[in-house]
């Protein structure tokens, strides 16, 4: 017996295959089906299950209803393959077919065979990745990727690609990133609506060139990765309901490129530049056809977005600073950006503050500001009399430095202190139920009461 392989179906089972495939090969003499038979007297398990996968392209000529029961016949008995390098090559094999065939072709079909043979796999197999691989491909060239999308939004974060590698024992930075790189591309077939996620596994796959040196060799081996970054920059950019830019401008594959690097700067504005900024990056070295072109920006949108962006940080610039910091009640942490809600009156723009940060008219800062409040930048009363706007709430831009992390801890604190309000509150009113409960008890144990006003006797018969 072939110590690479044991048998776990039985040997009717394996004929019956070697038998099908030899008709699919046209051979009037069952040659194929009496190889696996002598095959099979030698126990040469792995020869023979090697000879399977080598032509599991004849089972495309099935129909439906038999590809799918003896695909998954061959497939459960590839598994029987060990060691692992083998069984990789045997999976090769029996999934090369389903990539190479006509894509248009019984694409779910094959997608089932494909998902069913990652199923059977160990979870912890280095073969899945083989497997997954094959799928995305599969996907992205049937036009099927809302079949797999699903899978990956449900992934509970997006670096998940990360830990199943890990999982599956696959280290090498080329394959990780390749898996990365096959799930953009179905991401990007997908369509526009997945923007959204397709953004967040983009900022996982940058993550993947951790360390500053690492950055800087990838970029000097890899000709295609600055092109690759400049274009996810540009799709963040892009991406309409994007306010926090500062995990992706922070990660060192995008500070690898440098601060000349004209995406990096474009970048640098949304995460903590103003509208003075933006209209000196368009109007110098042809900044607007850069906007327009390279990075592929609505230019209206984008000037939109750093107007509303600028009165995020001029709000969160009041509601954070030493003066309103102890008014700070509350905050909520976002995968996003994080805002610290105020009750305290201090905090007060006035409408000329505002109108000359965003370069726009006096009459026009009450339709930016119900903007940003729709945006759910801030959170602000207008006063038009008096010409101010009282800041209750506003996104951090950034997360740098003492003064965000002392407004967040102030707020946690207090935050903490309702919560032990609250508690105390629940404890007295159970305290109070209790006795309610315990007085009714007693009230009824002593029977109804029957007498007038004089007087009486109580009716214990109950």
Not at 398 to 424: C, H, I, M, N, Y
Request: one cysteine or more; proline letters at 4%; hydrophobic letters at 45%.
């Amino acid at each position: 017996m072939s110590p690479a392989c044991e048998p776990l179906y039985h040997t009717e089972q394996i004929n019956f295959l070697g038998t099908l495939l030899s008709r699919l090969r046209g051979e009037q003499d069952n040659a194929f089906g009496n190889q696996v038979a002598q095959l099979l007297e030698q126990q040469e398990y792995l020869t023979c299950l090697t000879r399977f996968a080598e032509n599991s392209h004849l089972l495309l000529q099935l129909d439906n209803a038999q590809f799918v029961p003896h695909y998954n016949i061959l497939a459960a008995l590839i598994l029987d393959i060990k060691p692992t390098e083998a069984l990789q090559q045997a999976v090769a094999l029996i999934t090369g077919p389903l990539l190479k065939d006509d894509a248009a072709k019984r694409p779910q079909l094959k997608l089932n065979a494909l998902t069913t043979l990652y199923n059977v796999l160990e979870s912890d197999s280095p073969v899945r990745y083989d497997v997954f691989d094959a799928i995305l491909q599969l996907a992205t060239a049937a036009h099927q990727a809302a079949a797999v999308v699903p899978t990956l939004a449900a992934q509970p974060h997006a670096d998940a690609l990360n830990r199943l590698c890990a999982e599956w024992g696959v280290t090498d930075l080329a394959r990780q990133q390749r898996l990365y790189q096959r799930t953009l591309a179905l991401l990007a077939a997908a369509g526009p609506e997945h923007a959204a996620l397709t953004h967040a596994y983009q900022l996982a796959y940058l993550a993947l060139f951790d360390g500053a040196d690492a950055a800087q060799r990838a970029l000097r081996e890899q000709s295609g990765l600055q092109a690759e970054v400049e274009s996810i920059i540009a799709d963040a950019l892009r991406l309409e309901d994007a306010v926090y830019y500062e995990e992706l401008y922070l990660l060192d594959i995008v500070q690898a490129l440098g601060a000349s690097n004209r995406h990096v700067a474009l970048l640098k504005i949304f995460v903590d530049g103003t509208v003075a900024d933006y209209d000196a990056f368009v109007a110098k070295d042809n900044g607007a056809a850069f906007v327009a072109d390279a990075a592929k920006l609505d230019a209206a949108a984008a000037a939109d977005k750093i107007r509303l962006l600028t009165l995020a940080g001029l709000a969160s610039s009041i509601v954070a600073s030493p003066g309103s910091a102890d008014a700070a009640a509350t905050a909520t942490a976002t995968a996003t950006a994080v805002v610290v809600p105020s009750e305290a009156a201090p905090t007060l723009l006035t409408y000329a503050q505002i109108a000359d940060a965003l370069r726009i008219a006096v009459d026009d800062v009450d339709a930016w500001v119900i903007r940003a409040t729709r945006a759910n930048l801030v959170t602000a009363k207008m006063d038009p009399i008096r010409q101010t706007v009282c800041v209750s709430r506003a996104l951090f831009r950034t997360f740098r430095g003492p003064q965000p992390w002392k407004a967040l801890r102030d707020a946690l604190t207090r935050w903490d202190g309702k919560l032990e309000e609250v508690l105390s509150v629940l404890d007295k009113a159970k305290v109070v139920a209790v006795e309610t409960a315990q007085q009714s008890a007693q009230k009824g144990r002593r029977g109804p009461y029957k007498g007038g006003p004089r007087g009486g006797k109580r009716d214990d018969r109950e």
